[in-house]
């Protein structure tokens, strides 16, 4: 595996590239696990570009994937999806407990989903395993910066990545993105 997960979704125009500036962030943080038996979580499939992103970017990684509206399926034994809310509170009671490496929220980017699907799912992550949420809006619909940001500060292993360029060039007001690691 030698291409570098930026090199990938460039090459797929993953919208994780063409829309925000992710990829090196996931480049640095997840180099160790590119060729490990590990389990992704992505919460939003679309039409499965992201899924199959880490489907070529781990070469050993189970992807499973989340939607509630119409999405792609696959049929590649490494690819599983699931149609659900993740603004469900019971949802992380579809997976065992310390399932996950690896979980990516890029589903409906509200505050309150986000927050709501987080609760949910922490127990299905592995210690050790990266909860990332994309896209953290800071409008002042969603309750400005400081209430986007600070309601994360306090979780476990928080990272704050923000106003970074994106790949045009330009300042986007969404492109912000937590991470959290289990510990
Ligand atoms: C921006 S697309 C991202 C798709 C994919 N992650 C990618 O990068 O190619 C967001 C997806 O999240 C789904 N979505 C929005 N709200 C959702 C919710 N509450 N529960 C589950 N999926 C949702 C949408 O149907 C859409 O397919």
Redesign the pocket.
Known sequence: MTDSLETIAKRLQ???FTGHSYMPIYDDLFSHLRNEPIQIL??????????H?WLQGFANAIIH???????ETFTHPRMLTYA?????PRLGLMFPKNQFDII?D?????TT?QRV?WMSLWPTLKPGGYYCIE?IYMTPENGGVDEAVRWWIDKPGFRVFANFKTGFGDFRNDDVLIILRKP
Do not use: P, W
């Not at 992505?42 to 899924?51: A, H, I, K, R």
């Not at 890029?106 to 509200?110: E, G, I, N, P």
């Open positions: 993953s919208s994780k992505e919460l939003g499939v679309g039409d499965g570009n992201s899924m992103l994937g989340i939607d509630a509206s119409k999405f659900c809310d993740v603004s469900t990516f890029d589903a409906s980017h509200k989903d699907a896209d």
